[in-house]
T-cell receptor, first 113, second 117 residues
Framework: GAGVSQSPSNKVTEKGKDVELRCDPI?????LYWYRQSLGQGLEFLIY????????KSGLPSDRFSAERTGGSVSTLTIQRTQQEDSAVYLC???????????FGPGTRLTVL | AQKVTQAQTEISVVEKEDVTLDCVYE???????LFWYKQPPSGELVFLIR??????QNEISGRYSWNFQKSTSSFNFTITASQVVDSAVYFC??????????????FGGGTRVLVKP
């Protein structure tokens, strides 16, 4: 596709369940970022991938959060034992090496009941 | 640590009025990027502009203009002759230019602009 895609667009889960969020970056973009947008915290960085490596995971809020990227393309953000405070929109962005400009996907709205 | 402050949480104007959005930033880096993004009601973040810290020239793109002043650490955004379609939340953001974390963005809290017909 032409842009960054994310799935699912909406996810409702029960507290304590695990969820997986998927991001398909723009083809050829080596850098991939996850952000979270919530009412209380605004837009915050979670993790950055360069290729399949994650040089910066400093934004992950707890060890319940993990992410991986395979083949230098698709990335999956996993939240284990979800809590109500995990409810937010999870945004993925990608960029080409050195460009500085990030293109964002439409986000996944996660609701934890 | 980097920080971006958008003091205005919401601005309401009538169509055709000009509106200026303030952005003040803090960083210890000597080289960095500044950005503005638009988030319309549909929710997707739309890139508007990137500015390098070593380039203080102001920029105009159609009805949009940006005023970068390094001396006051500000990067303000003006919409001239606003239109209803400009209604959105606007985010100012900052990133390192050559950081080990790529160009991870630090966002301001956003300014909601409501343009009334």
């Amino acid at each position: 596709g032409a842009g960054v895609s994310q799935s699912p667009s909406n996810k409702v889960t029960e507290k304590g369940k695990d969820v997986e969020l998927r991001c398909d970056p723009i083809s050829g973009h080596t850098a991939l970022y996850w952000y979270r947008q919530s009412l209380g915290q605004g837009l915050e960085f979670l993790i950055y991938f360069q290729g399949n490596s994650a040089p910066d995971k400093s934004g992950l809020p707890s060890d319940r959060f993990s992410a991986e990227r395979t083949g230098g393309s698709v990335s999956t953000l996993t939240i284990q034992r979800t809590q109500q405070e995990d409810s937010a929109v999870y945004l993925c962005a990608s960029s080409s090496l050195g460009s500085g400009e990030q293109f964002f996907g439409p986000g996944t709205r996660l609701t934890v009941l | 640590a980097q920080k971006v402050t958008q003091a205005q949480t919401e601005i309401s104007v009538v169509e055709k009025e000009d509106v200026t959005l303030d952005c003040v930033y803090e960083t210890r880096d000597t080289t960095y990027y500044l950005f503005w993004y638009k988030q319309p009601p549909s929710g997707e973040l739309v890139f508007l502009i990137r500015r390098n810290s070593f380039d203080e020239q102001n920029e105009i793109s159609g009805r949009y203009s940006w005023n970068f002043q390094k001396s006051t650490s500000s990067f303000n955004f003006t919409i001239t002759a606003s239109q209803v379609v400009d209604s959105a939340v606007y985010f100012c953001a900052l990133s390192e230019a050559w950081g080990a974390a790529g160009n991870k963005l630090t966002f301001g809290g956003g300014t909601r602009v409501l343009v009334k017909p």
